[in-house]
Nanobody, 123 residues
């Protein structure tokens, strides 16, 4: 059974940084895509970034491009989201997700989800 466990959220001031981690277990991810999504208060879940497990190709939402970096460890068991220059509008619950196959930007394309971690950016 695939499990995704996020960690690393918290409260940070505007301009600060946080690194989120997503530990993946219970499956073979060699042909998978891993994504980070977020859900701001009162809004729908939105795509943030994604990476392919095998080749490490990365994709970003325009709103985070140049500020956030998605990566994975060499053992391909953990995905990270390094968030720099954080803004109050980055405040959201951040979710890690996985799917077999190519990267998609729609949350409905992802099969497996973590429980979410809260990121709050104060102004």
């Amino acid at each position: 059974q695939v499990q995704l466990v996020e960690s690393g959220g918290g409260l940070v001031q505007s301009g600060g940084s946080l690194r989120l981690s997503c530990a993946a277990s219970g499956g073979t991810f060699s042909n998978s895509a891993m994504g980070w999504f977020r859900q701001p208060p009162g809004k729908e879940r939105e795509f943030v970034a994604a990476i392919t497990w095998y080749g490490g190709s990365t994709f970003y939402a325009d709103s985070v491009k140049g500020r956030f970096t998605i990566s994975r460890n060499s053992a391909k068991t953990t995905v990270y989201l390094q968030m720099n220059s954080l803004k109050p509008e980055d405040t959201a619950v951040y979710y890690c997700a996985a799917r077999d196959g190519a990267v998609f930007f729609a949350s409905r394309a992802y099969t497996y989800w973590g429980q979410g971690t809260q990121v709050t950016v104060s102004s």
